[in-house]
């Protein structure tokens, strides 16, 4: 079976942009080809000067199963990825109960198999219900599938639990994820402090929280040469530290959400809990300098840190409401932001989105070279329309973005070449 | 611009000339309270709801009153002993209250932005009696009316607000609504009880107490919470008073005609020396009280009269 992709904007983002044609067979890419004869092939699809560009390996996806399915399930998560040009998902432990075993783990190996029209990769929990007190069995989760180890939002405060944890991982060459936020800081706090959060009288956390939660992890990392990532970067401060650890040759490598680089804390407005996120949105040169950070590439992949959240638990006073926004479908047109905003161009783009989070997981994928899996993304980037979120396909429709004016439509999505694209 | 809106949230959305809209109405009924001729025929008919998740004795009982002297039937609400402890969201809450048509809420929460909520989800007017560290309105015009009584304007003039400023939506209230009135704000509190970012308010900050109140009209003193006494913002409350307790040698570097005020319930001899709270020459706390009620009746009296107008523009029979 083999598909030729004709008249197309190729985003390869280890080399750039080019125009041309990508013929794909057995689920790989065959050749890209830059002009002369198209060879033939059993399906042509023209592009029609649109972009094609290797599909989204999105790190941190919370798919609530097991334990909240009525939030979001692998079938569901599964299409809305293949909406938004997702062609990997990579899942958060924080379930109910959380995935600390290769017993639970195995359970969301199945479950997504059977369900999720793309590629599912399971991370584990670092510590026994994400309790921060004991390790989980590290070298059964990564031999049953896991990809990364993280306790995900919650910090590992015991800092020796925590060096211990980073010590036998890196004797697995296992992949860590840390939440950077020192909690004895941002307890209570549901917002960043400034004008904004004692206008409104909510309780806010100081930026300097994240630059000393990243600061104690890479003196850690200094001691014991673990493989790290910090899950999101918000915050100026803590950009520095991070530059400077890479200069050490630290294994540290660093994330971001798309909603923290599109957004501010000035985004909550009057109490708007679809914008309560962990860590709270950022004051406006916060978000610039992150911007900076992800278009240098000291700030290495872009996410959506997609965070399922019924309707019950965000219709509630801002403090109460639950943290997180879904943004497996906006990924894509809110990241377009960006380069319509000249921050970063498409292939710089890819690289966050795609190549960077493949290489940091050692996966083939996130490629447009000969012989990369045909994971493909085709989408019209400058296409506008105003984001209604009753159309989104998963089961919680938390969206920051109900109402605003984005630019980018998927077009079609494949993954190993076959078209997960959803007709409606 | 006139006072037309439905719900009085709080002082941030308001027009000077609407702070002085309902600020002359108070007066006009501070002045008939005093001859004991309140109207009751004002808000005859009207269902007034105290819906109170917060335990306040003083505020409630002024909303109580007010209403009615105004002629309104008044019910409280005890929303701690009620079904929100049995699970039920504010808005199950609201939603369950506005099936019972009242024409108007009064309501304190917790939570910063709470009020805000409920207002969005009912169809009646909702009064905001303090949500969370936010806004409570009608303490800021009642202190504002207290100080034009006093002052005889309410502009020009320096005030210094003093105390846990962090923590007080009382301070918030004041703040917008007298830096709206082109007045001189100086904050004054130990740096753990200052908000952050206040810098940006218009004000000035201060945390010595002879230093803030060099020269001021107006001093208001603020309650500082029992919680926050021991340790975690202040070290000690003997520390605190003798650091920023008002006292007669503080406030001697204030205006020798400065007025002193406090929202109340007081703590003689942590935040207020007991002398100064009873001088009458000095202290309008209790004036401020009275103030309370005169300001409830005109806001509600107005909120009544915007619902009216609403219902008639819309052509639904009142």
């Known amino acids: 079976m083999s598909i030729l992709f004709t008249n197309a904007r190729l985003i390869d983002p280890e080399r750039g942009e080019t125009r041309g044609a990508l013929l794909v067979e057995d689920g790989r890419i065959k050749a890209v080809i830059e002009g002369g004869e198209l060879p033939e092939a059993a399906e042509v699809i023209d592009c029609r000067g649109h972009c094609l560009a290797p599909g989204i390996v999105d790190l941190g996806v919370k798919v609530s199963e097991p334990g909240e399915r009525h939030k979001e399930s692998f079938a569901s998560a599964g299409r809305a990825a293949a909406a938004g040009g997702v062609t990997t998902i990579v899942t958060r432990p924080d379930t ?18 059977e369900d999720s029209p793309v590629r599912v990769l399971p991370m584990a929990a670092l510590t026994k219900g994400r309790e921060g007190r004991e390790m989980t069995e590290i070298g059964f989760l990564r031999d049953a599938g896991a990809v990364a180890f993280t306790d995900c939002d919650r910090v590992v405060t015991d800092t020796k639990v925590f060096s211990r944890a980073l010590t036998y991982a890196r004797s697995l060459d296992a992949l860590v994820m840390a939440h950077v936020q020192e909690p004895g800081l941002s307890n209570g706090a549901v917002v960043t402090s400034g004008k904004f959060a004692s206008l409104r009288g909510l309780p806010g956390v100081s930026p300097m929280a994240e630059r000393m939660a990243l600061d104690r992890d890479i003196a850690l990392l200094e001691m014991t040469r673990a493989r790290y990532h910090a899950d999101q970067i918000t915050t100026a401060r803590a950009l520095p530290a991070l530059e400077r650890a890479k200069n050490n040759g630290l294994d540290i490598s660093a994330g971001v959400s798309v909603h923290h680089l599109t957004l501010n804390e000035l985004d909550v407005a009057d109490y708007r809990s679809f914008f309560k996120l962990k860590p709270p949105l950022r004051a406006e040169e916060d978000r610039m300098a992150v911007g900076e950070a992800l278009s240098s590439g000291l700030i290495d992949i872009l996410c959506s840190m997609h965070t399922p959240q019924d309707e ?33 161009d498409l292939p710089g783009l890819f690289r966050a989105l795609s190549l960077n989070p493949s290489k940091r997981l050692g996966l083939e994928t996130g490629r447009l070279s000969k012989g990369a899996p045909a994971d493909l993304v085709w989408f019209d980037p400058d296409a506008p329309f105003v984001l209604d979120r009753a159309t989104l396909r998963s089961k919680s429709r938390n969206t920051p973005f109900d109402g605003a004016r984005l630019e980018g439509k998927v077009l079609g999505t494949w993954v190993a070449g076959r078209s997960v694209t959803e007709t409606r | ?146 100080i034009r009584r006093a002052k005889g304007r309410l502009h020009r003039l320096s005030i210094a607000i003093c105390g846990d400023i962090a923590h007080s939506r009382v301070a918030r209230s004041n703040i917008m609504l007298l830096g709206k009135m082109e007045n001189r704000i100086r904050l004054i509190a130990p740096p753990t009880l200052m908000p952050s970012g206040v810098a940006e308010f218009g004000v000035e ?114």
């Not at chain 2, 309008?284 to 009269?305: F, N, P, S, T, Y």
């Open chain 1, 312 to 344: 019950e638990s965000k219709r509630l006073p801002f403090e109460e409401a639950a943290s997180g926004a879904v943004g497996l479908e906006t990924l894509l047109p809110a990241s377009m932001r960006l380069v319509h905003g000249g921050v970063i």
């Open chain 2, 1 to 146: 611009m006139t006072f037309r809106a439905r719900h009085l949230l709080g002082i941030e959305p308001l027009h000077p000339t609407e702070i002085t809209e309902l600020l002359d109405t108070a007066q006009h009924y501070a002045e008939l309270n005093r001859q004991g001729r309140a109207p009751r025929d004002v808000l005859a008919g009207l269902t007034q709801i105290n819906m109170f998740f917060e335990n306040s004795t003083r505020t409630q009982a002024s909303f109580e009153i007010a209403g009615k002297r105004l002629g309104a039937d008044v019910m409280n609400m005890a929303m701690q002993a009620s079904s929100v402890k049995k699970g039920e969201t504010l808005i199950d809450t609201a939603l369950t209250l506005n099936a019972m048509r009242p024409d108007l809420l009064v309501v304190r929460h917790p939570n910063s932005g709470a009020v805000d909520l409920l207002a969005q989800k009912v169809n009646c007017s909702v009064l905001n009696a303090g949500d969370g560290r936010h806004e409570h309105p009608t303490q800021a015009l009642l202190d504002a009316l207290t």
């Open chain 1, 96 to 113: 109910l109960p959380a995935i600390d075993t290769p017993e639970t783990l195995e359970f969301v190996v199945r479950r997504a198999r």
């Open chain 2, 205 to 318: 900050v201060f945390d010595d107490m002879e230093e803030g109140l060099r020269d001021v009209d107006v001093v208001m003193m603020l309650r500082l919470q029992k919680e926050r006494m021991d340790g975690g913002f202040i070290p000690s409350e003997r520390e605190y008073f003798h650091r920023y307790g008002l006292d007669a040698a503080k406030l001697a570097h204030a205006k020798p005609d400065a007025i002193v005020m406090h929202p109340g319930p007081m703590n003689r001899g942590v935040e207020i020396d007991g002398t100064i709270a009873d001088d009458i020459n000095r202290s309008v706390i209790q004036e401020q009280v009275e103030m309370g009620v005169a300001v409830r009746m005109a806001a509600m009296d107005l909120l009544a009269r915007n619902a009216r107008a609403a219902r008639q523009e819309t052509g639904v029979m009142a």
